[in-house]
């Protein structure tokens, strides 16, 4: 077996390899510093950004980041950061080291549960598998140590099983109740193990008729049990002192429990989602292809899925010849431990993702190692004998190599592109720019942009999140925006349109300013290594009084009263969609201060007269009534009109003209030195669709 611990330790010596080179690219993801930032919170004294702490020994303590996710990461970054400092590179770091250990992990129960070939194998096929090298590295982010904690909780319970250790068991209720504080989505394992004991205790066991199933409380006495439960609440700690006052993680799983509310994902949708989770999910999971986003393309293994397809078919077929050479029983608990999590995906609180199913590493490369193992045992009383080792040797070289390919066309990536979207690297610049040129809080008006900052500036910026988990904005926002143009000048941070994760802010965000008679100036533009912008920095800055006429689309001779000319319009198009909005500018002029404040109106008329959708309001959006223009000045108005989604189609006629706040009278309107019937003039014929 020697040899075999030679494959274990060049898979040791690859993953480092391949997990550590270039580590700090690509770009540090929001995500992953979310758990991160606390732990630099923590040691600079600075106040702890997270869901909840507690308060222990004269001091504030993590305890929740999110109400379905606790602080185990954080305090495995607290000793990291202490001894290497706050940096990109210690906090991959420590996760590159939870990977290591998980694979001494896979080896140490394998090597028991199966044998050490099974054992080797295994660990060689994930330290080489692009979707562990990336996730263990920068991608699973918060919810990695759920995989060490899975295998030792695995292991743990086998050496009870077989040995009868209490400490054993004591290690694995602890290791249950820490993975479930560090992601609720924990305990699709433990339903997992509960529903495997379910239908593999008549296996392990003999008949009994429903004390079949006690077999667990006949192996630990009473004590055993009470201690174990015990250990079972401590590694639950986090997740119930934090539900103590009231059950909020509870609370948070049944608002989700129907449809996802920031991902809007149909829970009930069971058999659609679980196509999803077989088809796109877990094969993303095998092939590697996950990375498009954070690294620019997507490569994959083209035998991953064959290779686990044909290795799960090879153990039926072996079992049921009753070749296998390994416990089908054993095997059988990996199966089912692996469909039971990939199923329960289908149909709970989170939205649909890959990397969700990280946990039931390394089970599918287990299927392969022992498929693959066994048939070449089978092949010894065949005359196939003779060329075992060499098939053997090139199925492992083929996969091996395959994932290694696509392990290293991501790393050519990396070193072309800097990462992706939300993973560029153009994130370092911005954290430098924005600290060097004293920056403390910017408004970020887009998510992913706030936890990374801070772990990057160690503090020192601190982005205020404005933004909502949606693609329309609700009014509060736009208050918000209001109220922020007219404090102390900041800059803020948007994506590139097109590279934005919540759309919409923007619009309303420059429509709010607008009203304030303010305007974005362009701070900075950030792009990604191809050139592609990516971040946009934003300065606002007062609108300066207008008097050279702008060029219109639409020029007009119209008069309103004595002192208000209307110069003409834009309009963005003179067809419109129900639904949409029509985006009119009126171009208005003042020949002499007008003394008075008039709102403005703007009516789209059918052919009936009816009016379909109307604006009155104080012109630039409520934010310069007329009584404040100077003589001579220009003040361009922009109006949305929005469309009910049930406007027939047809020809539609817009108005528009001017009233007296006070009185509502309409002001006189000449158009070309006529006076026009009832004081409002159209502007223009549109077409709805």
Not at 49 to 54: H, I, P, R, Y
Not at 516 to 537: A, C, F, N, S
Not at 611 to 631: F, K, L, N, R
Not at 640 to 657: K, N, V, W
Request: hydrophobic residues 50%; neutral net charge; charged residues 15%.
């Amino acid at each position: 077996m020697r040899h075999w611990r030679a494959v274990f330790l060049l898979s040791l010596v690859l993953y480092l390899i391949a997990a550590l080179y270039q580590l700090e690219l690509p770009g540090l993801n929001y995500d992953e510093a979310l758990d991160a930032v606390p732990a630099m919170q923590f040691l600079s004294g600075q106040p702890l950004d997270t869901a909840a702490s507690v308060h222990f020994a004269g001091r504030e303590w993590p305890l929740m980041i999110l109400p379905y996710m606790g602080t185990t990461s954080t305090y495995l970054y607290l000793p990291a950061f202490a001894l290497s400092g706050v940096s990109v590179l210690t906090l991959r770091g420590v996760n590159v080291l939870l990977g290591f250990l998980t694979l001494l992990l896979v080896w140490g129960f394998l090597r028991k549960y199966l044998d050490e070939r099974v054992a080797a194998l295994t660990a060689l096929l994930l330290a080489v598998n692009p979707t562990y090298v990336f996730w263990t590295r920068m991608g699973a982010y918060h919810s990695l140590p759920m995989l060490p904690l899975l295998v030792l909780t695995l292991w743990a319970l086998y050496r009870w099983y077989r040995g009868g250790s209490a400490g054993a068991l004591l290690l694995a209720a602890f290791c249950l109740g820490l993975g479930l504080s560090t992601k609720i989505l924990f305990l699709w394992f433990w339903v997992a193990l509960g529903l495997a004991w379910l239908l593999l205790s008549p296996w392990l066991q003999p008949w009994n008729g429903w004390r079949t199933w006690l077999w667990p409380l006949r192996r630990a006495p009473l004590r055993t049990w009470v201690a174990a439960g015990g250990m079972l609440a401590l590694g639950l700690a986090m997740l119930l002192v934090y539900n103590v006052p009231q059950p909020r993680t509870v609370q948070m799983m049944a608002q989700n429990a129907v449809q996802t509310e920031l991902y809007g994902v149909n829970n009930l949708d069971v058999l659609g989602n679980l196509r999803t989770v077989i088809f796109e999910d877990f094969r993303v999971l095998l092939e590697g292809s996950w990375f498009e986003e954070a690294l620019g393309a997507a490569y994959y293994n083209p035998l991953a899925v064959g290779a686990f397809v044909l290795s799960t078919a090879a153990i039926l077929w072996l079992s049921w010849r009753g070749r296998l050479r390994y416990s089908p029983r054993r095997v059988a608990l990996l199966a089912l431990l692996l469909v039971i999590i990939v199923v329960q995906s289908a149909f709970t609180i989170t939205s649909l993702g890959a990397k969700h199913l990280m946990i039931v590493w390394p089970i599918p490369q287990t299927l392969v190692a022992v498929a693959l193992l066994a048939l070449a045992d089978a092949a010894r009383q065949t005359s196939l004998n003779q060329y075992r080792p060499v098939v053997l040797g090139i199925a492992v070289l083929a996969l091996v190599t395959t994932e290694g390919w696509t392990t290293w066309q991501y790393h050519r990536l990396l070193t072309q592109g800097g990462g992706n979207l939300f993973f560029s690297d153009a994130i370092y610049e911005l954290a430098r720019d924005l600290e060097e040129n004293g920056v403390s809080e910017p408004a970020a008006l887009d998510w992913g942009f706030r936890r990374n900052l801070q772990l990057l500036t160690q503090g020192r910026v601190n982005p205020e999140d404005r933004f909502e988990y949606s693609q329309q904005p609700s009014t509060g926002f736009s208050d918000w925006a209001r109220w922020r143009a007219q404090q102390e000048p900041t800059l803020y941070l948007f994506h590139a349109p097109e590279r934005a994760a919540f759309q919409g802010h923007w619009q309303l965000w420059e429509e709010a300013a607008y009203a304030q008679r303010m305007r974005p100036v362009l701070w900075k533009e950030y792009t990604e290594r191809d050139g592609e912008p990516i971040y946009r920095v934003y300065a606002l800055e007062a609108e300066p009084r207008a008097f050279t006429p702008p060029e219109v689309g639409f020029p007009l001779q119209a008069t309103f009263g004595d002192t208000i000319a209307l110069l003409g319009f834009d309009l963005a198009s003179l067809t419109a969609k129900r639904g949409e909005s029509i985006q009119l500018t009126l171009y208005w002029q003042a020949l002499a201060p007008p003394g008075r404040s008039y709102k403005v109106f703007a009516h789209l008329l059918d052919t009936s007269g009816n009016a379909v959708a109307q604006h009155d309001g104080i012109p630039h959006g409520w934010g310069y009534p007329t009584s404040e223009w100077q003589a001579g000045e220009i003040v361009h108005d922009r109006i949305r009109l929005l469309l009910p989604a049930d406007t027939p189609p047809g020809h539609y006629r817009l108005f528009a003209g001017m009233y007296d706040e006070a009185t509502g009278e309409r002001l006189p309107l000449l158009h070309k030195g006529q006076r026009q019937e009832g004081d409002t003039l159209q502007l223009v014929e549109m077409v709805i669709e």
